[in-house]
Nanobody, 128 residues
């Protein structure tokens, strides 16, 4: 069964950190471009970060640059999103996704139809 499963979300105070995991099963993650997206209540889904499969070039949205870092552990078939200096506006459901394409990460995140697999999402809440 092909699936992506996110974990690591939760409630954290402003300025705190969380590390999200995205575990893949049924396919080999290192052949895929991996992206993290988020959706806050009443807002559209937006791209957060991405690592391309072709040369591991990365994309980070301006609102997370310098605070979030994405990585992948191919042996574990898992990708990670380290989130530091969290802000209340980071509150959202975070999704990981996988696309069987390489190329510039900044372009790949803009095309929703490229993403074959999506996780169920994990809630991140940043609040006092």
């Amino acid at each position: 069964q092909v699936q992506l499963v996110e974990s690591g979300g939760g409630l954290v105070q402003p300025g705190g950190s969380l590390r999200l995991s995205c575990a893949a099963s049924g396919f080999t993650l290192d052949y895929y471009t991996i992206g993290w997206f988020r959706q806050a209540p009443g807002k559209e889904r937006e791209a957060v970060a991405c690592i391309s499969s072709s040369d591991s070039n990365t994309y980070y949205a301006d609102f997370v640059k310098g605070r979030f870092a994405m990585s992948r552990h191919n042996a574990k078939n898992t990708a990670f999103l380290q989130m530091n200096s969290l802000k209340p506006e980071d509150t959202a459901v975070y999704y990981c996704a996988a696309a069987p394409y390489g190329g510039p990460a900044e372009e790949l995140v803009r095309v929703t139809s490229l993403w074959d697999y999506w996780g169920q999402g994990t809630q991140v809440t940043v609040s006092l």
